[in-house]
């Protein structure tokens, strides 16, 4: 083996979860204020991210906070027949109260609160962290639904995610909750190996950066996650190197065509699409952790 078992256990342990969870709840008290300027709205308050999904390493710093507007929704319709968008558009009725007053009013509540902490980012908000508590990233957003093709537009025949738009104005699309239940039934499915592997390959990652085997934003951890996700449940076990070897060959020879995200809803490796991993970093990737696997020898 390349890398002693006793590193690769090493790795496999979850980052800060104490101060993680005081952030979060002090946050999320916050958010939650019945004297907030949004709090007559519908909206509902989750962790996303590797915290979340406990597979955050011990150099995972922030804590991913979603404030979701669930009374609006912004909707795909691309699938849809002419017959359906014509179905949808007589059913829809516009929202009064849209994402980006949601977003004014969170970032200005959370300004009151916090003061100079909030920084507002490209596409959340930031709120420093200090002796208690950790960075965290707020994310606002509202619902968004992407209809399927065989619905008539008037029916429950969509996926329902996230939407929120960036500083800059692009729509990102996400669905954070399917790719937290597929990942725990991954994890379940391989006797609770799946996460802990996860956080070996985060780990790793960030080793091959410091040592100069790989250029930071290369392989983002919900990228790494989303890899993972698509390897077979027997591929996982026994042992840590074992399950790293088998894991990686298995995605090295996989074709990286069909691999999805977590979600389920898109696809793993493509190009020009902000949801996927392209193809030049993922073959990156792929290339620079096998050569400091076997450089490790």
Not at 43 to 61: A, C, E, H, K, P
Not at 114 to 123: A, D, E, Q, R, Y
Request: hydrophobic content about 35%; charged content about 20%.
């Amino acid at each position: 083996m390349a890398i002693p078992e006793s590193q690769l256990e090493v790795w496999s342990h979850q980052g800060s979860v104490t101060q993680s969870a005081q952030t979060y709840e002090a946050i999320r008290t916050v958010l939650n204020d019945s004297t907030s300027p949004y709090y007559p709205k519908q909206f509902s308050i989750f962790l996303q991210g590797s915290y979340g999904n406990n597979t955050n390493v011990y150099r995972d710093s922030d804590v991913d906070i979603v404030i979701c507007l669930d009374q609006t929704y912004y909707s795909d319709k691309n699938a849809l027949s002419e017959s359906a968008k014509g179905s949808y558009d007589r059913a829809f009725s516009p929202a009064t109260y849209s994402y980006d007053d949601f977003k004014a009013d969170v970032l200005a509540w959370l300004t009151k609160k916090f003061g100079s902490s909030v920084v507002p980012g490209k596409k959340a908000i930031l709120i420093k962290g200090n002796d208690t508590r950790r960075n965290a990233d707020v994310l606002v957003c509202a619902k968004h639904r992407r209809y399927r093709a065989h619905s008539n537009g008037n029916d429950n025949q969509y996926d329902e995610g996230i939407c929120f738009w960036t500083s800059s104005g692009m729509q990102i699309v996400n669905f954070p909750k399917q790719h937290a239940d597929n990942c725990t039934t991954k994890h379940q499915n391989t006797n609770s190996w799946f996460k802990p592997v996860v956080r070996i390959y985060k780990n790793m990652r960030n080793r091959m950066i410091d040592d100069g085997y790989l250029v930071e934003e290369i392989a983002p951890s919900y990228f790494i996650e989303g890899m993972l996700w698509n390897v077979p449940a027997l591929k996982f076990g026994a042992s840590y190197g074992s399950s790293f070897v088998d894991t990686f060959n298995w995605v090295a020879e996989a074709d990286k065509t069909k691999l999805a995200c977590a979600n389920d809803l898109f696809w793993l490796v493509r190009d020009n699409n902000h949801n996927c991993w392209p193809n030049a970093n993922f073959g990156a990737y792929l290339a620079a952790t096998k050569r400091y696997w076997n450089d490790c020898n």
